[in-house]
């Protein structure tokens, strides 16, 4: 098992920028897949970006795509979800999420969540 903690979050205008942060316990960081997931109020919780653990392959949800950036530094068990030309439409609890292996961008695929950092996106 492996324990999450986000931070990051607050508020920004449209347009704006803001970096989150997910520090990971344990000593297998580097062997999880890591995923960002959000929700909106009255939404579901939905994928938005996802990061193998070696770092080779990223995948983002087509809302994101161009905008948000998912990293890792395995050293730090930390990743990382930079997210630019932010919009109203990307308010929500932003959740980070991992899985020992594969995890593909169903939120069933992960073992481990986050407590949820808050974004909101003044207009």
């Known amino acids: 098992q492996v324990q999450l903690v986000e931070s990051g979050g607050g508020l920004v205008q449209a347009g704006g920028s803001l970096r989150l942060s997910c520090a990971a316990s344990?000593?297998?960081?580097?062997?999880?897949?890591m995923a960002w997931f959000r929700q909106a109020p009255g939404k579901e919780r939905e994928f938005v970006a996802r990061i193998t653990w070696s770092a080779i392959s990223t995948y983002y949800a087509d809302s994101v795509k161009g905008r948000f950036t998912i990293s890792r530094d395995n050293a730090k068990n930390t990743v990382y979800l930079q997210m630019n030309s932010l919009s109203p439409e990307d308010t929500a609890v932003y959740y980070c999420?991992?899985?020992?292996?594969?995890?593909?961008?169903?939120?069933?695929?992960?073992?481990?969540w986050g407590q949820g950092t808050q974004v909101t996106v003044s207009s």
């Open positions: 999420a991992a899985v020992i292996g594969v995890g593909y961008s169903r939120f069933q695929d992960y073992t481990n």
């Open positions: 344990g000593r297998t960081f580097s062997t999880y897949t």
